[in-house]
């Protein structure tokens, strides 16, 4: 019985863990993946864009 308790525990901090490094990895890269950065100006443009509408 105590077994599977310890079980669970170690099973909930793994989960948050893994939810919580994927919540920072969203965060990082940008939840939106048809955001990128423009490799002139940086600044976040969408994916399919030709011409930057920073720099022109
Ligand atoms: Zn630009």
Sequence with gaps: MVEYMLLW???GIG???IAARQKAEMIS???DESIRKCPYCA???L???RVCKHCG
């Design 9 to 11: 525990i170690v099973c």
């Design 47 to 49: 994916k399919e864009a």
């Design 15 to 17: 989960a948050a863990a």
């Design 29 to 31: 890269t940008g939840s």
């Design 43 to 45: 600044e976040q443009i």
